[in-house]
């Protein structure tokens, strides 16, 4: 598990500043939201809520949601800290109570995690405004580290790409021999069966009535450059055009949705 994973303080900072200089650019490429008090913005899987400061420093209002409470504590102590407002909740999203739409709606690096995709995409469209952008973003699962092994306590299976493309009964073998924590190999198994392919996810969008504006794959994703000095890298055309194989290349999927 790298260090960064447990600062949060500089986790948080290091989010603001990757949404800082590619989210809320991409988003002003194809999209015409404006970032006043008008638009409401709220991220689905919020964590420590470092995506949601850009947008608060523009008077955004902004929301959080997390099932994770230990993540909301940590949101609610770093945004008065920082000067900022945010309305943080610690819930289950078909749980949350709030009646209203939102104009910019984040989920970032989460549905990978969600085993029911579809009633997830429903409940997102259901917080859309009409004129609203749903922003997603997740790793494809067949990238050498879609199944999030990066986390796991040992070193050969945290720093092995691909690893988690083996069958399930030798996934867990291994990380067994290894000598993981039954709890991290409960995790990434978790993750091995809410994978997250790009094609399904598109075919995901059209069945809950959205349809995709723009996407973008990143050889190198923009959190790269914070975790390794690497700079931020779109796929190749060439390859993000082929299914399945762009799958082994895209570390991370950026997509912006739209209700039909």
Not at 212 to 221: A, K, M, S, T
Request: proline share 5%; net charge neutral.
């Amino acid at each position: 598990m790298q260090e960064r994973h447990t600062d949060y303080e500089r986790y948080f900072c290091e989010s603001e500043e990757s949404c800082q200089k590619y989210y809320l650019p991409y988003l002003g490429e194809h999209t015409s939201l404006t970032w006043a008090a008008s638009t409401k913005v709220l991220e689905v899987g919020c964590g420590l809520g470092g995506n949601l400061a850009p947008f608060a420093r523009m008077g955004c209002p902004v929301s959080g949601v997390d099932i994770d409470s230990l993540s909301i504590d940590w949101a609610n102590r770093l945004f008065p800290q920082k000067g900022l407002d945010g309305v943080f909740t610690c819930c289950d999203i078909h749980d949350y109570q709030d009646a209203g739409t939102y104009q910019l709606i984040m989920l970032h690096d989460a549905i990978e995690h969600i085993q029911e995709k579809e009633r997830l995409m429903l409940r997102l469209r259901e917080l859309l405004a009409d004129d609203g952008i749903l922003y997603i973003a997740f790793p494809a699962w067949c990238m050498p580290f879609g199944g999030h092994q990066q986390v796991a306590r040992t070193k050969f299976v945290s720093r092995c790409p691909f690893i988690h493309l083996l069958p399930n009964g030798v996934y867990e073998w291994l990380m067994r021999k290894l000598g993981e924590p039954d709890f991290v190999i409960k995790d990434l198994l978790s993750v091995k069966s809410t994978r997250m392919p790009i094609q399904a996810f598109q075919e995901l969008c059209s069945h809950t009535g959205l349809e995709i504006v723009d996407r973008r794959l990143y050889f190198i994703n923009p959190h790269y450059e914070k975790k390794f000095g690497l700079k931020p890298r779109k796929l190749w055309r060439a390859i993000a055009c082929l299914p399945y194989v762009r799958d082994f290349f895209s570390t991370s999927c950026h997509y912006l949705i739209r209700k039909k």
